[in-house]
């Protein structure tokens, strides 16, 4: 499959092997180089510390692969009513602005949304816009924990952007991967501030913000440790076949890489790169959650700063949909992806939740 997308590139005159996903993209390849380089040289000051003060919580020095998700035993189990999640993501909303908690709550009084789970219904949440002339609906399988009220924060963010953006029309709503997730990921943050504040238990507290960390490490620097997987995986291709043990080396460096001392690799993980199926059906994918990821976290630390004005800014990107350049939507921002001071800031968000982490520890 590698020299088939090699021979593919080569007769489409692409030069790099991840050219023709930054042009469906429409992103440039500096810009995606700036990013991995960034997350990479993080990686010491996020996943590496985070994972060995979570191996210290879990009483060990070192800590087995699949420990690095487990869940901590302070995480909250009260079921969190429906109305409650409603009324938690709509007041979060409303503080950041009551026209985005308007569209929201829309989606609750007009029956948009289905929520319960029921035999037969499939897994995870989406929010479709059909099209713009109708509305769209949120689909999610809500069962209470504050991780659901997270979800369809996240959901509501797309379907307010899908909303907002339905004035671009049918063949222009929609954006490229890079920024489709602004709105959700934007809507989660609010919310999972809010829910922190609500939070007056402090072990509680602490295992909510080690939850985020571990979605954010997932999302930014597993992304990126995938992405260069691939890179090599395909670089080397050129130079003749592979052989499934130089794959799982491929992988051992990518992992050893990314997560750190604190990560004990076992036996056994060095096929662990077949579980992801975006390596088979859409070769360099991946960035594209990173990217999106860490654009909207500098997004949330222009707001935090923020001068007046933030939302009216806020609303334009989102109704602009897919008819502008990355570099255009950024600018009234003050924020250019081309730099890679850009990408630090992001980071830098991530970096300061384990700083509340580590201070919650002492
Ligand atoms: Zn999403």
Wanted: hydrophobic share 40%; charged share 25%; glycine share 6%.
């Amino acid at each position: 499959m590698a020299k088939d997308k090699e021979i593919s590139d080569r007769w489409r005159g692409f030069q790099d092997i991840a050219d023709s996903r930054h042009l469906a993209n429409r992103v440039e390849r500096e810009v995606v180089d700036a990013l991995a380089a960034a997350v990479r040289e993080a990686y010491p000051r996020l996943s590496h510390r985070y994972y060995a003060m979570k191996a210290r919580w879990l009483g060990m020095e070192v800590m087995n692969h699949w420990d690095r998700n487990a869940p901590l035993p302070e995480t909250p189990k009260a079921v969190i009513r429906w109305d409650d999640a409603r009324d938690t993501v709509l007041a979060a909303y409303q503080r950041f602005s009551p026209d985005m908690a308007e569209i929201a709550r829309g989606f609750f009084d007009r029956r948009w949304i289905d929520a319960p789970v029921r035999p037969g219904k499939s897994p995870g949440a989406v929010a479709h816009p059909t099209v713009p002339s109708a509305h769209p609906y949120v689909l999610l399988n809500y069962m209470g924990k504050p991780r659901d009220v997270m979800t369809l924060a996240h959901e509501l963010g797309h379907g307010v952007h899908q909303v907002l953006a339905a004035g671009q029309g049918a063949l222009m709503a929609s954006t490229p991967l890079t920024l489709a997730e602004t709105a959700s990921v934007f809507g989660e943050m609010l919310t999972f501030r809010s829910l922190l504040e609500q939070t007056g238990d402090r072990r509680e507290r602490k295992a909510m913000l080690a939850q985020k960390v571990e979605d954010m490490i997932n999302t930014v620097v597993r992304q990126i440790a995938f992405y260069e997987f691939e890179r090599k995986v395909h670089a080397e291709r050129r130079n003749g076949e592979l052989t499934s043990d130089r794959l799982g080396e491929f992988w051992l460096e990518v992992q050893a890489e990314s997560l750190g001392p604190a990560i004990k690799l076992r036996e056994g993980y060095e096929v662990f790169w077949t579980y992801i199926p975006h390596f088979i059906h859409s070769p360099f994918y991946v960035y594209a959650y990173a990217f999106g990821d860490c654009l909207v976290n500098s997004l949330y630390a222009v707001y935090q700063n923020a001068e007046r004005g933030f939302q009216e800014k806020y609303f334009e990107m989102l109704r602009a949909g897919g008819t502008k350049h990355h570099s255009e939507l950024l600018a009234p921002f003050g924020l250019d992806a081309t730099d890679p001071a850009f990408w630090q800031i992001g980071l830098g968000v991530i970096g300061s939740l384990i700083d509340e982490l580590e201070a919650l520890d002492k």
